[in-house]
């Protein structure tokens, strides 16, 4: 044996813990669906630096892991889904192409460079109906799952996965779907969970019911709404503690949280499922405007960026 032989198997074994350790040290992101669409939501407290993105119409991108290394496989994802598009039809560009095409990339890189890439990465599509979703996770070795329903990945993902397969269930509605992912993504290991605001989270979806380009970033306004709702319907389903004995409960109409109270009342004043206009000054509730795109440039374009993992 020459001095410093390392068998083809340890090689592997070594690079795949070296790339799991880099991954873990990153935040967990998920995805998941509901009846409208596919929620994304990831913890970042950047406003540049973006983990969700759009690849194309109706697919959506999703990583954890060292920032530089996905944004160079999202540029790359969405210079191949352009040219597809541009050659052939803009219906051929699919979720299952783009993550084969990532599969491919991310296992050669893996199997021939000296050091892999530590990401993981979710290409998700939507479909004109809930049975055509897709959902796919690609790991730093090349390896694609479909994943239907829900996927949490990065960081602590498999406490993330058992608090989603508790509370997840098909054809919820966009609050139910954005509280379980918050609760997921806030359940410490000894089943406490820590707070997350509005500016510590960035969130998007892909909506249903958009005819040509679905993905949609949920912004501070719209964000404020859904974590008083899920905060309020936590409320709720808690059970109400007794009172001790020889006390009286006070009526219903003079404690200070009363359905005329509560700021997710019917008189409140949120705004409606619907959606109504921001009130001057205040940022849009979703983006991007309408005629732009947050996709970016192709492959080698943008500034340098940290390596810090996501």
């Known amino acids: 044996m020459p001095f410093g032989y390392v068998s083809p198997a340890q090689a592997m074994r070594d690079k795949a813990e070296f790339a799991r350790q ?26 540049a630096l973006h983990k969700i993105s759009e690849i194309y119409d109706r697919i959506g991108f999703a990583a954890v892991g060292r920032y530089p290394e996905f944004e160079t496989l999202r540029k790359a994802g969405i210079t191949y889904a352009d040219v597809a598009g541009y050659q052939f039809d803009r219906r051929d560009v699919t979720a299952r192409g783009i993550a084969i095409y990532y599969a491919q990339n991310l296992g050669t890189i893996f199997t021939e460079s000296l050091k892999p890439f530590e990401v993981e990465i979710v290409v998700a599509e939507v479909g004109t109906r809930p049975e055509a979703d897709q959902i796919y996770r690609i790991t730093f070795d090349g390896s694609v799952n479909d994943e239907p329903g829900f996927v949490a990945f990065g960081g602590q993902a498999d406490q993330v996965s058992a608090v989603l397969k508790e509370r997840y269930s098909p054809g919820m509605s966009l609050t139910e779907a954005f509280g379980a992912a918050l609760a997921a993504l806030t359940t410490t290991g000894n089943g406490e969970r820590t707070e997350l605001a509005a500016t510590q989270l960035e969130v998007a979806i892909l909506d249903r019911t958009r005819e040509h380009r679905a993905f949609r970033r949920i912004r501070a306004a719209r964000l404020e709404e859904l974590i008083a709702e899920t905060r309020s319907a936590d409320g709720k389903s808690a059970p109400a503690p007794e009172a001790p004995a020889g006390e009286s409960t006070p009526p219903a109409g003079g404690s200070a949280s009363s359905a005329g109270g509560s700021p997710s009342s019917a008189g409140g004043s949120a705004p409606s499922a619907g959606g109504s206009a921001p009130s001057a000054g205040s940022e849009p509730a979703t983006g991007p405007d309408r005629g732009s795109t947050d996709r970016g440039g192709g492959v080698g374009g943008g500034d340098a960026t940290p390596p810090n993992p996501l």
Request: aromatic letters at 4%; glycine letters at 16%.
């Open 22 to 47: 880099g991954i873990a040290r990153g935040r967990s992101c998920v995805t998941l669906q509901y009846e409208g669409g596919i929620l994304m939501m990831a913890p970042n407290t950047s406003s």
